[in-house]
C-alpha cells in the first residue's frame, strides 16, 4: 500500500486516531489491532490487509536472529556455506581434471589455470596493455610471445618437450645412469 498517509490521504490520522509520526506498536492493544470502525474504502482495504498480517512482537518477546544461506536449513552463520552461496558459479570446464588434481603442485595448478584462459602474461600481452616491452619471443626472435607460440610452435620450446619426453623415456629404461 505504500505510505498510509499517501493511501488514505491527509485525514488519515484524525480518521485512524493515530498521530502522524505514530509507529505500529501504537495502533495494537494486547494481542489485537486497536483501529476504529473504518469509514471508507481506503480504510476498509487497510483493516483487510491487516487481518491477513500477524501481529508484530510483543516487546517483551525475545528476538532471534536467523542466518539462511540459500536453501540451508542452517541456523548459525557458516562462512563455507556462505561462500558457496555467494561465489560466482560457470559451468565445469572439460579440462578441470588436467589442472587440479590430487598431489599436483600448487604453483603449477595455478599457471596451468592461468594457462588454460590464455591469460599468461607474456610479452605480447604486456605489449597490448601498453607497457614498453618487445613482443617478440626471447628464444626465437621470429614471432610474437604468445601462450601458443611460447608453449607449443617456438622452435626452442619443441626441442625443450622433445628433450624432456625422450630424457623421461630413457630414465625409465636406463634408471641408474
Ligand atoms: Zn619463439
Redesign the pocket.
Known amino acids: 500500500m505504500g505510505q498510509l498517509i499517501d493511501h488514505i490521504g491527509p485525514t488519515g490520522p484524525r480518521a485512524l486516531r493515530a498521530m502522524s509520526n505514530a509507529v505500529v506498536a501504537d495502533a495494537i492493544a494486547g494481542s489485537s489491532w486497536s483501529l476504529p470502525h473504518p469509514r471508507s474504502q481506503e480504510e476498509v482495504d487497510l483493516l483487510a490487509h491487516l487481518t491477513t498480517i500477524d501481529l508484530p512482537l510483543n516487546v517483551d518477546d525475545c528476538d532471534e536472529y536467523e542466518w539462511v544461506a540459500g536453501d540451508s536449513s542452517l541456523r548459525v552463520f557458516r562462512s563455507s556455506t556462505t561462500w558457496e552461496v555467494l561465489r560466482p558459479r560457470q559451468q565445469i570446464k572439460n579440462w578441470v581434471d588436467v589442472v587440479w588434481f590430487k598431489g599436483a603442485i600448487p604453483k603449477h595448478n595455478f599457471t596451468m589455470w592461468i594457462a588454460n584462459y590464455d591469460r599468461l602474461p607474456t610479452r605480447s600481452r604486456l605489449a597490448a596493455w601498453g607497457l614498453l616491452v618487445s613482443a617478440?619471443?626471447?628464444?626465437?626472435?621470429?614471432?610474437e610471445?604468445t601462450r601458443d607460440?611460447?608453449m607449443l610452435?617456438?622452435?626452442?620450446?619443441r626441442d625443450m618437450w622433445s628433450g624432456s619426453t625422450a630424457s623421461s623415456s630413457s630414465s625409465k629404461m636406463i634408471p641408474n645412469t
Do not use: A, D
Not at 617478440?136 to 614471432?143: A, E, K, L, R, W
Not at 610452435?153 to 620450446?157: F, G, H, K, L, T
Open positions: 617478440s619471443c626471447p628464444f626465437c626472435s621470429n614471432y610471445e607460440h611460447l610452435s617456438c622452435e626452442y620450446s
